[in-house]
């Protein structure tokens, strides 16, 4: 069973930055392709990043394309959303999100994704 830690929200200004950890418990991380997705209040959770296991291949939606940067480092586990020129419609709760081992594919589909983290909240103030 693989969890998923999540860290380093928060509250920050507009314009600012923040980047969000993402620890997985589990063997062959690489194997898996990760996603990052966000829920504000009141609406439906969407798509920000995904990342293939090797970390060569990623994809994000419009509203956050050259802002947010997703990335992997795979002899800790770990990944990343580095997050740039917030604003504040980026505000919502940010959830890390792997998918089963061996489909190291990224996906921007949540239906993809079997393993969730618990959900961590950044604020941006206006």
């Known amino acids: 069973q693989v969890q998923l830690v999540e860290s380093g929200g928060g509250l920050v200004q507009a314009g600012g930055s923040l980047r969000l950890s993402c620890a997985a418990s589990?063997?062959?991380?690489?194997?898996?392709?990760m996603g990052w997705f966000r829920q504000a209040p009141g609406k439906e959770r969407e798509f920000v990043a995904t990342i293939s296991g090797s970390g060569t291949s990623t994809s994000y939606p419009d509203p956050v394309q050259g802002r947010l940067t997703i990335s992997r480092d795979n002899d800790r586990n770990k990944g990343y959303l580095q997050m740039n020129s917030l604003k504040p419609e980026d505000t919502a709760v940010y959830y890390c999100?792997?998918?089963?081992?061996?489909?190291?594919?990224?996906?921007?589909?949540?239906?993809?994704?079997?393993?969730w983290g618990q959900g961590n909240q950044v604020t941006v103030s206006s």
């Open positions: 999100t792997e998918r089963k081992y061996g489909f190291r594919e990224s996906s921007k589909r949540s239906n993809s994704y079997a393993y």
């Open positions: 589990g063997r062959d991380f690489s194997n898996r392709a």
